[in-house]
């Protein structure tokens, strides 16, 4: 095992542990008050999702051919679709006022996952 090629569990550890420490950052902000510490509870996130990404690189890089080109051709559906929602959204608000409990950033990162698995299907379906 080394830090290029990390363990199979790995990928599962590191993306547990950003969930818990995305979900404890929104929590902890919740609750406190205004100051530095709110800056850097907003940044911890950071490592973990640095993690994550190279867990997933890492990943792919055991894939085959054929799977990394699923992954690929997924990547760049959700890219694509995230692009889309983004400049529609950010037209919509320079159109009409949007609810901000609904449509912020902190809800609207959930469809980039979403996105994902969309070009995911789409990209099995079309190579099977």
Same mark, same amino acid.
């Given at each position: 095992?080394?830090?290029?090629?990390?363990?199979k569990?790995?990928?599962?550890?590191?993306?547990?542990?950003?969930?818990?420490?995305?979900?404890?950052?929104?929590?902890?902000?919740?609750?406190?008050?205004? #100051?530095?510490?709110? +800056?850097?509870?907003? $940044?911890?996130?950071?490592?973990?999702?640095?993690?994550? /990404? %190279? *867990?997933? &690189?890492?990943?792919?890089?055991?894939?085959?051919?054929?799977?990394?080109?699923?992954?690929?051709?997924?990547?760049?559906?959700?890219?694509?679709l995230?692009?889309?929602?983004?400049?529609?959204? #950010?037209?919509?608000? +320079?159109?009409?006022? $949007?609810?901000?409990?609904?449509?912020?950033?902190?809800? /609207? %990162? *959930?469809? &980039?996952?979403?996105f994902?698995?969309?070009?995911?299907?789409?990209?099995?379906?079309?190579?099977?």
């Amino acid at each position: 095992m080394s830090l290029k090629t990390p363990p199979k569990w790995m990928l599962p550890a590191a993306l547990a542990l950003w969930i818990g420490t995305y979900f404890g950052a929104r929590f902890a902000l919740s609750q406190l008050p205004s #100051g530095n510490a709110r +800056l850097t509870v907003a $940044l911890s996130p950071v490592i973990p999702t640095l993690v994550v /990404v %190279w *867990a997933v &690189l890492a990943t792919i890089s055991r894939l085959d051919e054929l799977q990394r080109r699923v992954h690929f051709e997924a990547t760049a559906i959700a890219f694509t679709l995230t692009t889309a929602m983004l400049w529609v959204l #950010g037209l919509l608000e +320079l159109a009409i006022s $949007l609810d901000r409990d609904n449509l912020s950033y902190r809800h /609207v %990162w *959930a469809f &980039l996952p979403a996105f994902y698995f969309i070009g995911l299907a789409a990209s099995w379906r079309r190579y099977k």
